[in-house]
T-cell receptor
Framework: TQLLEQSPQFLSIQEGENLTVYCNSS?????LQWYRQEPGEGPVLLVT?????EVKKLKRLTFQFGDARKDSSLHITAAQPGDTGLYLC???????????FGTGTLLAVQP | NAGVTQTPKFQVLKTGQSMTLQCAQD?????MSWYRQDPGMGLRLIHY???????DQGEVPNGYNVSRSTTEDFPLRLLSAAPSQTSVYFC???????????FGQGTRLTVV
């Protein structure tokens, strides 16, 4: 059973639209990471958030860590076709700092 | 700097056969992990290691064995392959605590 649930599972939007991806858990994590994966490749880190309530911005991407450190969101403004890919959240937790991944959100941005 | 190297890239096995997926990293990272990726399931943790000689189970460990005799290498063994083990396998390494994980390019395994 995966501890991190992402929604939506699939998202197909037009270029220029905004979107938000959610990552939810009943567990507390010491940090939350967001990765992006392209076909045939391994995931690549976008950002790490470590403080409850923290907000980080990377150009058109805004990441937020929930106050209770159980959830996170990724908001993309004015999506572009280059944003297409699989977005994965990942939480670090437990005594041995395991890195557990969410179920993933597959984003397709149509030109 | 090669990063994380996985071999082979593709493999077809018959049910009941055994094999070892190789993973090596040259970044002197303490943590190494194996994940499998199936459609709609994200990445699920199979086994992980926090240092040489130390391994532990993840979310889906059944049917897989690991060992970590050196910092650099973390092989994953399938003892008796089953069709349910058809998947894409990723090896990852990272430093301890809340740090970035670096991934290999994956091994696409098909069990027939």
């Amino acid at each position: 059973t995966q501890l991190l649930e992402q929604s939506p599972q699939f998202l197909s939007i037009q270029e220029g639209e905004n979107l938000t991806v959610y990552c939810n858990s009943s567990s507390v994590f010491s940090s939350l990471q967001w990765y992006r994966q392209e076909p045939g490749e391994g995931p690549v880190l976008l950002v790490t958030v470590v403080t409850g309530g923290e907000v980080k911005k990377l150009k058109r991407l805004t990441f937020q860590f929930g106050d209770a450190r159980k959830d996170s969101s990724l908001h993309i403004t004015a999506a572009q076709p280059g944003d297409t890919g699989l977005y994965l959240c990942a939480g670090v937790g437990g005594a041995t700092n395991k890195l557990i991944f969410g179920t993933g959100t597959l984003l397709a941005v149509q030109p | 700097n090669a990063g994380v190297t996985q071999t082979p890239k593709f493999q077809v096995l018959k049910t009941g056969q055994s094999m070892t997926l190789q993973c090596a990293q040259d970044m002197n990272h303490e943590y190494m992990s194996w994940y499998r990726q199936d459609p709609g399931m994200g990445l699920r943790l199979i086994h992980y290691s926090v240092g040489a000689g130390i391994t532990d189970q993840g979310e889906v460990p059944n049917g897989y064995n690991v060992s970590r005799s050196t910092t650099e290498d973390f092989p994953l063994r399938l003892l008796s392959a089953a069709p349910s083990q058809t998947s894409v396998y990723f090896c990852a390494s990272r430093r301890a605590y809340d740090t970035e994980a670096f991934f290999g390019q994956g091994t696409r395994l098909t069990v027939v």
